[in-house]
């Protein structure tokens, strides 16, 4: 059985089944800036709890979008970046980040000119 008879028909479907969480996009965000150690995600994911976290990067790896790599260290060092796959993410990171920033624009815009 190939992974991609696990996948629903629809592309956009498969994308929010693998990214329609607001920690996973925030995670792809951090990552694209390069690599980062669980506290660091942690720290920048703010309200996110420990367990959250961790299930998000563990199933992110399982479906091949961030690379854990454990460094034979104490105490214990672990990096996440993202892959191949999860660098192709970068143009959808990108789109969200331009149709919110002229959503806020247009909220602020309709504001000022209903006041």
């Known amino acids: 059985m190939s992974l991609?008879?696990?996948?629903?028909?629809?592309?956009?479907?498969?994308?929010?089944?693998l990214m329609g969480d607001k920690w996973k996009v925030l995670i792809v965000r951090d990552l694209l800036t390069g690599t980062k150690r669980f506290g660091e995600l942690k720290k920048s994911l703010a309200g996110v709890s420990q367990k959250v976290?961790?299930?998000h990067l563990r199933a992110m790896e399982k479906n091949g979008l961030i690379y854990r790599k454990v460094?034979?260290?104490?105490?214990?060092?672990?990096?996440?970046?993202?892959?191949?796959?999860?660098q192709s993410l970068k143009?959808?990171?990108?789109?969200?980040?331009q149709w919110g920033e002229a959503y806020k624009s247009k909220r602020t815009d309709n504001?000022?000119?209903?006041s």
């Open 53 to 55: 976290l961790t299930q």
């Open 71 to 86: 460094y034979a260290v104490v105490p214990p060092k672990v990096e996440y970046s993202l892959t191949d796959v999860g």
């Open 4 to 17: 991609n008879e696990n996948l629903p028909r629809c592309p956009v479907e498969t994308t929010l089944m």
């Open 111 to 114: 504001y000022l000119s209903a």
């Open 91 to 97: 143009h959808v990171h990108d789109a969200m980040l």
